[in-house]
């Protein structure tokens, strides 16, 4: 699994972990959040995903990075946002476990879905926000979950 950073370029997820855990580990009296987002966008015969991590020092700034990936093209609204949902659940499963593996359990991770009361994502809302719950993991829907809808969103156009 690859990553990009905005100003370290391509990263391994080894190399993804340790600059997030650098960041915080800098100023380790701030207060954290570990926010991970998966948005989509459809083109011609495919459909862009892109999965963000940022790891925000409240009040003080963040740092991203993020994986892009295509699928075949899906015709279903309901089954990208369910996909967008699995990639998130994916990258969070495996930053948790390095977490706890490294002794880091305090950043808690929160989990942006791009789906929201306004539009014709509000249907799903129950469905994704029940399976993130049932992961174990904290979840935002919109307006509020800027992780999905703005940061990964800006890398699937």
């Known amino acids: 699994m690859e990553f990009t950073s905005p100003s370290q370029g391509r990263l391994t997820f080894e190399e993804t972990f340790r600059a997030i855990t650098s960041y915080a580990d800098e100023q380790p009296e701030e207060q954290y959040k570990l926010i991970i987002g998966t948005d989509s966008q459809p083109h011609i015969d495919n459909v862009c995903f892109v999965t963000a991590i940022i790891i925000h020092r409240v009040g003080k700034g963040a740092r991203y990075f993020f994986r892009r990936m295509y699928k075949h093209f899906m015709n279903s609204m309901r ?18 476990a390095k977490l706890a593996e490294n002794g880091n359990e305090q950043l808690n991770v929160e989990i942006h879905l791009d789906v929201g009361e306004q539009g014709e994502t509000k249907e799903l809302i129950r469905e994704v926000v029940g399976m993130v719950i049932g992961s174990g993991f904290q979840v935002c829907i919109k307006p509020d979950s800027y992780g999905a809808s703005k940061v990964a969103d800006k890398y699937t156009k």
């Open 79 to 96: 089954q990208r946002i369910y996909y967008e949902t699995y990639l998130s659940l994916e990258a969070a499963t495996l930053i948790t």
